[in-house]
């Protein structure tokens, strides 16, 4: 099944307490993206990766890191995670956009609900 | 920079009433459509796209919704609305051009719908 698998489900941590939050696909995309949701706010892009190596800043990416040595991983580190972070995350990919590709769009994960005491 | 707006954050119907989600876009470049929703504790699912061709995109669920170039709208609609509808709802937009960086979205719309 074509899916895009985040790790864990929940997460209780306290503040300064180093953390990785996983995110693989099986669907050999090149695009793969973070976006952390709040309530009010939806969903707003943490970090992006257009290729394996090649990762950028997307809209909030204060306090967080990402790698991408793999194509099919894309994980998120919080390495002093502080209760500003408290929310729920989201990991998705896609095929990179090809002019009206009817294949073109996002498969997102679970999510991942992240408390930060 | 692209932005998306949905002009409701809240909207309750009856069951079997018609409803319609309001977005609207702002983009100085071609774009992609889409409407996500996300049920409770759950992550988000596609209910439908516009890439190219018709305006009138048909998603899953009995939902549909309309590209609007001229007023920079992709409204999504349903005709009949159930329970099991109750959802929040995101419209999101990327770019048809340039970087493949942003899937931006919405606030979110919350619907409600009520027996």
């Known amino acids: 099944e074509a899916q895009v698998t985040q790790n864990p489900r929940y997460l209780i941590t306290v503040t300064g307490k180093k953390l990785t939050v996983t995110c693989s696909q099986n669907?050999?995309?090149?695009?793969m993206s973070w976006y952390r949701q709040d309530p009010g706010l939806g969903l707003r892009q943490i970090y992006y990766s257009m290729n394996v190596e090649v990762t950028d800043k997307g809209d909030v990416p204060e306090g967080y890191k990402v790698s991408r040595k793999e194509k099919r991983n894309f994980p998120l580190i919080l390495e002093s995670p502080s209760p500003n972070q408290t929310s729920l995350y989201f990991c998705a990919s896609s095929f990179y956009r090809g002019q009206g590709a009817s294949n073109y769009g996002y498969t997102f994960g679970s999510g991942t609900r992240l408390t930060v005491v | 920079a692209q932005s998306v707006t949905q002009l409701d954050s809240q909207v309750p119907v009856f069951e079997e009433a018609p409803v319609e989600l309001r977005c609207n876009y702002s983009s100085s470049v071609s774009v992609y459509l889409f409407w996500y929703v996300q049920y409770p504790n759950q992550g988000l699912q596609l209910l439908l796209k516009?890439?190219?061709?018709?305006?009138l995109v048909k998603g899953i669920n009995g939902f549909e919704a309309e590209f609007n170039k001229s007023q920079t709208s992709f409204h999504l609609r349903k005709p009949s609305v159930h329970i099991s509808d109750t959802a929040e709802y995101f419209c999101a937009v990327s770019e048809g051009s340039g970087s493949a960086r942003q899937l931006t979205f919405g606030s979110g719309t919350q619907l409600t719908v009520l027996p």
């Open positions: 669907m050999n995309h090149e695009y």
């Open positions: 516009y890439l190219s061709g018709s305006t």
